[in-house]
């Protein structure tokens, strides 16, 4: 296995196993990058857990988790201005955020160079939609590289950023989920970046740096004039290449060839290898711009061609245009499906593609089939949550028709059973402006949930505008000290809850009016505040604070020799079977029994005690006192 | 060794990730070519985690594709059932540890839980063999994992992938702090399974 905190930055070559995000951290290393940031989002996190995972005081770069995606893009924007080699991390959907400066990127000399990695989700495992980010590289002119294993994403991270140096331009590394999460054993190569050179280089002579009336068309044209230059590199790479895993030859009087890029390049090795077929695969790793000439000889040299892409029709589009100019006769075909323009491609699903073009070549296999009574299993709040307690004192108090909005983070898990409390979900920090939009003369209540790392990322616009405009919701702000969904690192004012900046105090200062602050193993208290709240006519905040207790339970782990929790047990000749701690508070730990009885489960209580209060008859009672206090 | 594929599947906390790591360490050292894949994100949390083992030549994606994995490893029952319907092949190998974690709609009665004869024909639906894995004195839930691995480890899952193999792969991947307690689980396993 491999220790990060020293393997990271290990002067000679050594071979581990890692998974693709480790890999892309060395790769960084290697490639001698300077300044990295990133706002932490599945599936890229592990990178910075990789780079945090090297002590400071021999880190050979500077590494900062930014407030979000956008700002993290500039500051490594700016660092690669003044000469450094620069890398930016984030997934999918954070290049929304980023976008507004992503898109200027490519007028600008960047002379230290600097590296877009980006995480895509196609399967949607863990983002609220699976956009298709290579639109974005094309409307911004940024050549992408596209890797399929951890190798690889190794490999082109270093190709990347050479390019990146030698144009003074941005470049793009596009990972998906199963990039970032694959793991194998990869072979690294010696570290021969010298150490780090501080020196300022930022120079204007380098610019012109503003993208203002007249300057913007040389510039403009400078960036199409490197992204012809970039189309040279794609048609020498070696990351461009044709792989025939069997004898190729003419199938029934055809030459078959498939084109594709990333992991469905994977499945359809697989597949390849698996039917034996003298097919030709053009598997692309600097997708973007398209290697044009690679491209006409593949066309050329084929019959009938088909064209494997997750998600959007991207490549098709292009190769087809390709085509026309071309007037080849090659016939290419691609997907035909709307089921097919969705979600990831494994190797069944690509057979299943192939079967559609060539059934006698991939005879169709009949899917698994799996019983329809195996009881789904979605993700829950952990025991102890305090956002579990805030969900179960704010329902309370709300009314049958009030509008919940909510966010992004651990607290969107109050849409999920058995609270369901969460209506809307749009975007990182949408929900303060999406409930002012809905309380617009509207007789109905709305209130809207945001955690604390998320009010930093995007969450103040709307706050400042439901403020100055006196919308009428409530803002419950579900802090818990970090950003707990992706693993907790640190936000804004790390630490403590509240310690660098006192989220109060910037509300008060802000002019908000009605502010409520409680820890939400609070409930009574917070039912109360929540009803106030609500009835506040104006912009009400309630400040709905519990520390993550599964970063808790396993910092005293690390900390406490010999440290035990404790647990709640129910007392079942008090327990009177209404089941509240179940379906309503819907703690883990409870367990249900045939004849209706309630136990708690020892494996999972933490003892933490938020569920007391909630038992009608308190039949709920501390087991010891030993650890937990 | 023809390529074979190693499905690991539980619920978010029971440290499915170790007992990958301790797997693939120890195919690695058997001399086979590994690749694999894990759950991350949101699914920890309390939901279905799932971890891919490829072991052996020609297969390049990271994840085992339904119906085509040669052993489920189930860390809990209701998930070694999920695992089983719609990973297993046919003839292949089912080990699960028998825990039980309700998952919310079995706690809120939307649904059952299976029991373990529940379990069982499924996995002879796909012609499959069950082997179950309880202690009763495991003290520490969080090494439900290594009596799997003792299990596995004896029944060499993958062909010279052994007891020796499996608990060297332990000592190198446990933390020393707690590596006597799991070697004590992995040994109790192994010994039992001698008698």
Redesign the interface.
């Known amino acids: 296995m491999t220790n990060l905190k020293t393997d990271l930055i290990r002067g000679d070559q050594w071979s581990g196993l890692v998974m693709g995000n480790h890999a892309v951290a060395r790769g960084m290393i290697e490639s001698g990058v300077r300044v990295a940031t990133t706002y932490p989002g599945s599936p890229t996190p592990e990178i910075a857990a990789a780079l945090s995972a090297v002590p400071e005081d021999v880190r050979p770069y500077y590494f900062e988790y930014s407030t979000n995606e956008k700002v993290a893009l500039e500051v490594a924007t700016g660092a690669s201005l003044n000469g450094h080699l620069s890398t930016v991390f984030f997934k999918s959907v954070g290049l929304n955020v980023a976008s507004d400066s992503l898109i200027q990127l490519s007028l600008f000399e960047l002379i230290g160079g600097m590296v877009v990695v980006l995480g895509d989700d196609p399967g949607v495992n863990s983002s609220q939609n699976e956009q298709d980010n290579r639109h974005f590289f094309r409307m911004s002119y940024i050549p992408m590289f596209e890797p399929a294993t951890p190798t690889e994403a190794y490999e082109m991270y270093i190709e990347a950023s050479r390019l990146s140096k030698q144009y003074r331009a941005p470049v793009a590394l596009r990972l998906t989920t199963h990039v970032c999460h694959a793991k194998e054993v990869v072979q690294f190569s010696p570290i021969t970046s010298g150490p780090p050179d501080w020196t300022s280089r930022f120079d204007t002579e380098n610019g012109p740096y503003l993208p203002l009336v007249k300057w913007v068309f040389p510039m403009k044209k400078r960036a199409l004039e490197k992204l012809e230059q970039f189309e040279g590199e794609s048609n020498k790479s070696r990351f461009n290449e044709v792989h025939a895993p069997n004898s190729s030859g003419p199938i029934d009087g055809k030459r078959l060839g498939i084109i594709s890029s990333g992991l469905p390049a994977l499945a359809i090795l697989e597949n390849l290898h698996a039917s034996g077929h003298g097919i030709d695969l053009l598997k692309l790793g600097m997708s973007y711009p398209m290697p044009q000439q690679a491209l006409k000889a593949f066309l050329a040299d084929h019959d009938e061609v088909i064209i494997v892409e997750e998600l959007d029709r991207v490549m098709e589009t292009e190769i087809k245009a390709l085509a026309w100019d071309l007037n080849v006769s090659c016939n290419i075909r691609s997907r035909s499906t709307r089921d097919q323009l969705m979600g990831e491609f494994t190797p069944d699903r690509t057979w299943s593609l192939l079967s559609d073009h060539w059934p006698s070549l991939f005879p169709a296999q009949s899917p698994v089939e799996i019983p329809a009574d195996i009881s789904p299993r979605i993700a829950q709040m952990c025991p102890g949550c305090g956002h579990r307690s805030a969900f179960h004192a704010i329902r309370a108090a709300m009314d049958d028709d009030t509008i919940a909005v909510g966010d992004i983070g651990c607290h969107s898990m109050g849409f999920f059973l058995p609270h369901n409390i969460g209506d809307v979900l749009l975007s990182m920090g949408h929900s303060t402006a999406t409930g002012a939009g809905l309380s617009i003369n509207n007789t109905r209540k709305v209130i809207a949930f945001l955690g604390d790392s998320t009010l930093f990322h995007a969450g103040w616009p709307g706050i400042v505008n439901a403020i100055i405009n006196n919308h009428s919701i409530t803002l419950f702000l579900m802090e818990n000290g970090t950003t707990a969904m992706t693993g907790h690192q640190p936000r804004p004012g790390a630490g403590e809850i509240g310690d660098k900046i006192p989220l109060k105090g910037v509300f008060e200062a802000l002019g908000v009016q009605f502010i409520r602050e409680v820890d939400t193993y609070n409930q009574g208290l917070l039912t109360q505040y929540a009803r106030e709240a609500i009835a506040y006519d104006g912009f009400a905040l309630v400040i709905a604070r519990h520390p993550c207790m599964l970063k808790f339970v396993r910092t005293q782990r690390a900390k406490v020799p010999d440290f035990e929790l404790s647990h709640v047990e129910i007392d079942q000749e008090t327990c009177d079977q209404s089941r509240v701690c179940i379906e309503k508070f819907g703690c883990p730990s409870f367990y249900t029994h045939e004849d209706g009885s309630v136990t708690v489960h020892p494996d999972l209580c933490i003892g933490d005690g938020s569920c007391l209060k909630t038992c009608p008859v308190q039949a709920i009672q501390r087991e010891s006192k030993r650890g937990y206090k | 060794m023809r390529p074979m594929n190693i499905f690991l599947c539980g619920?978010?906390?029971q440290g499915i990730g170790l007992l990958s790591?301790v797997l693939?360490?120890a195919c690695?050292a058997a001399g086979y070519?590994?690749?694999?894949?894990?759950?991350?994100?949101?699914?920890?949390?309390?939901?279905?985690v799932v971890s891919h083992l490829r072991i052996g030549n020609?297969?390049?994606?990271?994840?085992t594709?339904?119906?085509q994995a040669d052993v489920v490893v189930g860390l809990e029952r209701?998930?070694a059932?999920?695992g089983a319907?719609?990973m297993l092949r046919t003839g292949g190998t089912v080990v699960y540890y028998d825990?039980?974690?309700?998952?919310?709609?079995?706690?809120?009665?939307q649904?059952?839980?299976?029991s373990a004869t529940a379990l069982e024909s499924?996995v002879a639906d796909r012609g499959g063999t069950l082997t179950r894995v309880y202690l009763d004195n495991l003290k520490d839930?969080r090494m439900q994992n290594v009596a799997l691995l003792g299990r596995l480890a004896v029944m060499s899952a993958v062909e010279d992938v052994g007891v020796d193999v499996v608990r060297q792969a332990l000592c190198?991947?446990v933390p020393p702090k707690v590596l006597d307690a799991n070697l004590k689980v992995f040994e109790q396993v192994v010994n039992a399974s001698d008698e």
């Open positions: 619920v978010g906390g790591d693939t360490r690695l070519r590994v690749r694999g894949c894990d759950t991350h994100g949101l699914a920890q949390r309390h939901g279905t020609n297969l390049f994606t990271p994840r594709p339904p119906g209701l998930e059932m999920r319907a719609t825990t039980v974690y309700q998952p919310i709609h079995v706690r809120l009665r649904a059952d839980y299976p499924v839930p190198d991947t």
